[in-house]
DNA sequence: CTGTTAGCGCTTTCAA
DNA sequence: TTGAAAGCGCTAACAG
């Protein structure tokens, strides 16, 4: 722990000439004598000195690093778009900081403070916080940190602030889903996982609800603002247990995979099969969605593409003073877990003796 | 994106005083008088001044932020890892970077120049690369980077190299695994995903074998090195389909549960009930664990708190010079992939119609 | 082609 | 309790 006071000071002396020079040779400017050069490096290798970026960037006003922030890394959407932000940087040298914040968290001024005293070159925002209709003061906060620098956020549009934004387009996306179980017949379906408090689910919502009307389908929204396995279990359980077998819906779609494992779990557990009894549509393409039992159709909205596609944005910033947002179209990947209704009347499952 | 010009010697001025006041009023220093402390805060308030922590970093030589280097954060243990070195990290003030390796990558000069390079006040390191037999420059590689900064790594000994770790006992945890199985009646298990490449496994496989050798179990090794679902899917439907029904395992310990997911989807492919033909048993309980078909009974490695206790340890560094390593004890987590096989004789399952 | 010089924005003795 | 001054390690004119 202690070479690393090695300056570029002490390798100019040590190579007889001046600190300029060894600059210069470092970061390959062009007028710098073959010989001198190789001196330099021979220097440079033989203590294996290594330039100080934090004394670099406060010259160049930059840090080479930029922030991400969000709710959860350990979701596999989130997961993906950081994942992806960090391959994307790498290729230009930056590196990405992870910040957190929660779900409903509002971004907070310290938050905040602490980007802008760190002078990252730019951050990213993705996640529910940014939906929130209840973060009045969501607008200036981000205005003051856009001040400092380039903000690309993954979400939709936030009224008072103006940036660059990518996002899904998940209301023609789920419209997607409803249309293929139109198509297999279904005539009854429901929307799990509906809430008034984000945006990105109520742009399912109202594709939902749209689609629905426009195709003469039963559509019928359960609320559920919280969004786990478990939630998802115990919503469809409820939803399916506690009306006549005429009432069921014969298809769900589900706001996300991650909650989807759970209504499959309850439905299984309530002895309904699937696809037969009732069909279900998961939202997100995880990795594990090919592997559940069955197999999850579900809508792929593509995470580390809309990571990559910000942070391209985030880092081109300048060129692309306030454009549209960058719109993803999701695609509807299609496995085992829906199938045309059972012929109406006959046996809507296992469900019967319970309700 | 201007006002970051704003600097210390701006604000002393327009406050009467030295940028030596401004600055210790900004770090809480306590010779200051309340009133200058006071008027120094009106005209940072009024300004809106952001202190520039590069600048400071520069001087004090440290630059408040930990790097985490692993294979793939998109994969829930390494996610866990992360997660959870971020938060510690942030009740520090610090933040984390994230640099990515291949899982068989080398650690090379470049990646540990780039840490060197950014001042990090200290990097945490796991995944399979660091267990690489074939890495012959890895301790020389990191010897070079623990002479800038700590490392903490969350793996088994490194030969030719020490530092402070954090590991799970493995070796153990298996152990239960297979103590659970043989007292529910099992007698011929596998272990799938066996390899020669990670010590990680290889701690899995020794504490499986050992165990089977002590209970007289009928212990078989399979060997595939690629722990995905769609490896896991491919290998035991070989494997059960490939060899008649007396000499099928009656369960299987799958090396994590990514790959069990496939395992599990294999199993049902080729007719198999689970529990009741085949018992599985996962490792490392996933957030989707509990939600498979049938629930998995898995061992519980706690990425998060490895994370949480590898960066705490990291933070500590110097307190705590050369220790031992933590361990960490997994639990096995029982839900309903197991139970007692079914008496011997009887069917196998629906894969004979394959053999 | 190379060296001198003047900072980048902040902290920290040392004196006052 | 405060200010002056000397850097932290590097880069970028500007001369030469």
């Known amino acids: 722990m202690q070479d690393s006071r090695l300056t570029i000071i002490d390798i100019a002396r040590e190579a007889g000439v001046s600190s300029a020079t060894v600059s210069r040779v470092l970061s390959k400017h062009p007028n ?5 050069a190789l001196k330099v490096r021979e220097v440079v290798d033989k203590y294996g000195y290594q330039p100080n970026s934090i004394a670099r960037g406060l010259l160049q006003r930059q840090s080479h690093v930029l922030g991400v922030i969000m709710p959860d890394v350990k979701h596999p959407y989130y997961a993906g778009i950081f994942s992806a932000a960090q391959r994307e940087a790498e290729r230009i040298g930056s590196a990405v900081q992870l910040y957190r914040l929660d779900y ?5 001024l310290d938050l905040v403070r602490q980007l802008i005293e760190r002078r990252l070159d730019g951050t990213l925002l993705a996640g529910g916080f940014i939906e929130s209709p209840n973060a009045k003061e969501l607008p200036a906060i981000l205005t003051r940190l856009k001040q400092y620098m380039p903000i690309v956020t993954i979400s939709p549009a936030i009224p008072g602030f103006e940036c660059a934004r990518v996002w899904p387009d998940l209301h023609s996306g789920v419209q997607k889903a409803v249309e293929h179980l139109a198509s297999l017949g279904h005539k009854r379906i429901a929307f799990i996982g509906a809430t008034a408090d984000t945006r990105s689910v109520g742009e399912r919502q109202q594709g939902f609800l749209e689609a629905c009307k426009r195709l003469g389908i039963d559509g019928m929204l359960r609320y559920e ?6 939630a998802g279990e115990a919503c469809v359980t409820l939803m399916m247990n506690t009306r006549a077998a005429a009432d069921r819906p014969t298809a769900v779609i589900v706001v996300n995979d991650l909650m989807a494992l759970g209504v499959l779990k309850g439905l299984r557990g309530s002895g309904f099969t699937i696809p037969d009894d009732v069909a279900v549509v998961g939202c997100d393409n995880q990795f594990y969605s090919a592997f559940t039992d069955p197999p999850l159709t579900t809508l792929d909205i593509n995470a580390e593409e809309l990571g990559r596609l910000a942070t391209r944005r985030l880092v081109n910033g300048d060129n692309d003073p306030s454009p549209n947002p960058i719109v993803v179209v999701p695609e509807l990947i299609i496995r085992e877990s829906c199938a045309a209704p059972k012929a109406a009347g006959s046996e809507g499952g296992g469900g019967d003796d319970r309700a």
Chains 1, 2 share one sequence.
Not at 104 to 108: A, H, K, P, Y
Request: charged residues 10%.
């Open 225 to 230: 603002s919280i969004h786990t396995p478990t």
């Open 32 to 36: 710098v004598k073959a010989a001198t």
């Open 104 to 108: 409903n968290g509002e971004v907070t």
